[in-house]
């Protein structure tokens, strides 16, 4: 059998998100988000689920961390609710939430594990959307001022900030596909708010070296795309599948500038972009960390017509999980391959990959080794990335509890951690204790 051992210093975590957990969405002052608004609206989310209540951890924290101490991790992703500080978006703080924050950190920092903070994790002041969201310049305004907010209250305390999570799906999946909140279907606005959600960033970032302490980052996520066949048409059409998550997010970050076969792409379907001038400079100001956020890919080939890009995501028999994405880890080593080939050596921490299975507790247990065999193939797809030079400084799971998985409710569940969405029982499944004793060992067996 192999071992697969990593850097004694590597770091291991676990992720999750304010709107997915924490519930309590009327309490403590917070103010209304757009996926309180989206997932009230019948036909938007499986079952008419909604994150009213979720996983309560809004008043089980304590408990969480508890568990994220047995489980011996290191690092904690979570989010911020905008709306919980901020419950107009700009303008008056709500202190009931700065406090909630400051407890709940002090609680991560009190058990030896470190806060990474994620600003925006999808959750915007339903308020500003009134006045339009992220297609509104002004947002980016009240982005920057939320985040300057963030690192003064938080110096000392969080030292790991990540700004927008995954702003593929912040501006595509919920503007063009119309899958997430607030559910447009407008690939001009779509492309506008890919934009606007870069220059918040950039100012987030510019405020951060003014302000904060630490280290800031962004969190794309990317889907790998493994041409059907060596035909130029199949490979280009791939090119252009993977630049949707990668190079249109990662260029203007990492070179100042967007990737001109995209920018083309758009322009011949009567796609724009407004670039106000310092746009570019704020947006590609040097960041220090880059969290990577991968699940799956897919095999495409070439169709005139087919989607956005003459591209057909054909099925060759892949496993899937439950929630129906392939299981392809090849495409976890190569996505990261070519991120050392085109950024450099920027410091990368995997700050979500796990998978979707919905076993249920059985005799007080919960045999998920289906996500076992995933984290497995998928941990030796990171580690074959790390000793081919990928500088990896760590790794977060998706997720430590199972939780509101957005459109997809509550029926795809994700976490080491089951919990019983009527009793808000937690259950430790299999997974956990197999997570708990590589964190121990630093290697596994293959
Ligand atoms: N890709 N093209 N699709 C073509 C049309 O598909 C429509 C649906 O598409 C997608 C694509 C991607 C996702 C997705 C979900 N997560 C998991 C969350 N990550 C952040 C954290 O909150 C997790 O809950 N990551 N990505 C969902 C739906």
């Given at each position: 059998?192999?071992?697969?051992?990593?850097?004694?210093?590597f770091k291991w975590g676990a992720a999750t998100a304010a709107y997915q957990i924490e519930?309590?969405?009327?309490?403590?002052?917070?103010?209304?988000?757009?996926?309180?608004?989206?997932?009230?609206?019948?036909?938007?989310?499986?079952?008419?689920?909604?994150?009213?209540?979720?996983c309560?951890s809004?008043?089980?924290y304590?408990?969480d961390i508890?568990l994220m101490k047995?489980l011996g991790i290191s690092v904690y992703r979570f989010s911020i609710s905008w709306?919980?500080?901020?419950?107009?978006?700009?303008?008056?703080?709500?202190?009931?939430?700065?406090?909630?924050y400051?407890?709940f950190v002090?609680e991560l920092l009190?058990n030896g594990i470190e806060p990474m903070c994620t600003l925006y994790h999808w959750d915007?002041?339903?308020?500003?959307?009134?006045?339009?969201?992220?297609?509104?310049?002004?947002?980016?305004?009240?982005?920057?001022?939320?985040?300057?907010?963030m690192?003064?209250?938080f110096?000392?305390k969080i030292s790991k900030w990540l700004t927008i999570n995954e702003?593929?799906c912040?501006?595509?999946?919920?503007?063009?596909?119309?899958?997430?909140?607030?559910?447009?279907?407008?690939?001009?606005?779509?492309?506008?708010?890919?934009?606007?959600?870069?220059?918040?960033?950039?100012?987030?970032?510019?405020?951060?070296?003014?302000?904060?302490?630490g280290e800031i980052g962004f969190a794309p996520n990317?889907?790998?795309?493994?041409?059907?066949?060596?035909?130029?048409?199949?490979?280009?059409?791939?090119?252009?599948?993977?630049?949707?998550?990668?190079?249109?997010?990662?260029?203007?970050?990492?070179?100042?500038?967007?990737?001109?076969?995209?920018?083309?792409?758009?322009?011949?379907?009567?796609?724009?972009?407004?670039?106000?001038?310092?746009?570019?400079?704020?947006?590609?100001?040097?960041i220090d960390i880059l969290g990577i956020n991968y699940y799956?890919?897919?095999?495409?080939?070439?169709?005139?017509?087919?989607?956005?890009?003459?591209?057909?995501?054909?099925?060759?028999?892949?496993?899937?999980?439950?929630?129906?994405?392939?299981?392809?880890?090849?495409?976890?080593?190569?996505?990261?391959?070519?991120?050392?080939?085109?950024?450099?050596?920027?410091p990368i921490y995997i700050t979500e990959n796990g998978?979707?299975?919905?076993?249920?507790?059985?005799?007080?247990?919960?045999?998920?080794?289906?996500?076992?065999?995933?984290?497995?193939?998928?941990?030796?797809?990171l580690?074959?990335?790390?000793?081919?030079?990928?500088?990896i400084q760590g790794y977060l799971t998706w997720s430590l509890l199972d939780n509101f998985e957005?459109?997809?409710?509550?029926?795809?569940?994700f976490g080491l951690i089951?919990?019983?969405?009527?009793?808000?029982?937690?259950?430790?499944?299999?997974?956990?204790?197999?997570y708990?004793?590589?964190i121990?060992?630093?290697?596994?067996?293959?």
């Open positions: 059998m192999a071992i697969i051992k990593f850097p004694e210093h519930g309590a969405v009327k309490e403590g002052g917070r103010g209304e988000s757009i996926w309180d608004r989206f997932s009230h609206t019948p036909g938007k989310v499986i079952n008419g689920d909604n994150g009213d209540i979720a309560d809004y008043h089980l304590r408990e508890a047995d709306p919980r500080i901020f419950p107009e978006g700009i303008g008056k703080v709500n202190e009931e939430g700065v406090k909630y400051h407890d002090d009190h915007l002041p339903q308020a500003l959307q009134d006045k339009g969201g992220w297609a509104n310049r002004e947002t980016i305004e009240a982005f920057g001022q939320y985040a300057s907010f690192f003064q209250e110096k000392g702003p593929w912040v501006s595509f999946l919920s503007n063009y596909l119309g899958a997430h909140a607030p559910g447009n279907k407008d690939l001009q606005l779509a492309t506008t708010i890919s934009h606007h959600l870069l220059v918040a960033h950039g100012l987030a970032v510019s405020q951060f070296r003014k302000i904060g302490e990317l889907e790998w795309l493994e041409p059907f066949s060596n035909k130029e048409e199949d490979i280009q059409a791939c090119n252009r599948g993977i630049a949707w998550f990668i190079e249109w997010f990662m260029d203007p970050v990492f070179h100042g500038k967007y990737p001109e076969f995209l920018l083309d792409w758009f322009k011949d379907k009567g796609v724009t972009l407004s670039i106000d001038e310092g746009d570019m400079e704020q947006i590609s100001q040097p799956t890919g897919s095999v495409g080939r070439y169709k005139e017509g087919e989607g956005l890009f003459d591209l057909e995501p054909i099925d060759i028999g892949y496993a899937k999980t439950d929630i129906g994405w392939n299981i392809y880890p090849e495409g976890f080593y190569k996505a990261l391959h070519k991120l050392k080939v085109q950024y450099g050596d920027i998978a979707c299975y919905n076993d249920e507790v059985e005799n007080g247990e919960v045999k998920d080794t289906r996500r076992i065999e995933y984290l497995k193939q998928h941990l030796i797809s580690k074959r990335a790390i000793d081919s030079g990928v500088n957005w459109a997809e409710g509550y029926d795809m569940r089951h919990i019983n969405f009527k009793t808000l029982a937690r259950t430790k499944k299999d997974s956990y204790f197999w708990k004793q590589m121990g060992n630093t290697w596994f067996e293959r």
